[in-house]
Nanobody, 122 residues
């Protein structure tokens, strides 16, 4: 069973910073395209930041210049450094990965964490 466990959420004032972590555990061959998504109250889940298959990064328009995604590939962990936080960033932040379960697997499986709540007060 593969698990993605997010941590680092909490309450912060507008203009402040937080760092989220997502650690993968379990049995798998490789995780691709690890990234962060968020779900604002009453809205659909949206892209925050992700690594792409060629190793580059992709950011949602609303967080460009404020958030930075990074990773520790050895530990299968990704991070999201969030700065200049705004009340509009209040959301549940989810970690996602595309998992290759075995070296011989033909398909990637999508895996999600349970999310961590970030609340930004004005």
């Amino acid at each position: 069973q593969v698990q993605l466990v997010e941590s680092g959420g909490g309450l912060v004032q507008a203009g402040g910073s937080l760092r989220l972590s997502c650690a993968a555990s379990g049995s798998f061959f490789r995780l691709n395209d690890m990234g962060w998504y968020r779900q604002l109250p009453g809205k659909q889940r949206e892209l925050v930041a992700t690594f792409t298959s060629d190793g580059s990064t992709n950011y949602g328009n609303s967080v460009k210049g404020r958030f930075t995604i990074s990773r520790d590939s050895v530990q299968n962990t990704i991070y999201l450094q969030m700065s200049s936080l705004e009340p509009e960033d209040t959301a549940v932040y989810f970690c996602r990965a595309k998992m290759l379960r075995q070296a011989t697997s033909r398909f990637l499986e999508e895996v999600w964490g349970h999310g961590t709540l970030v609340t930004v007060s004005s």
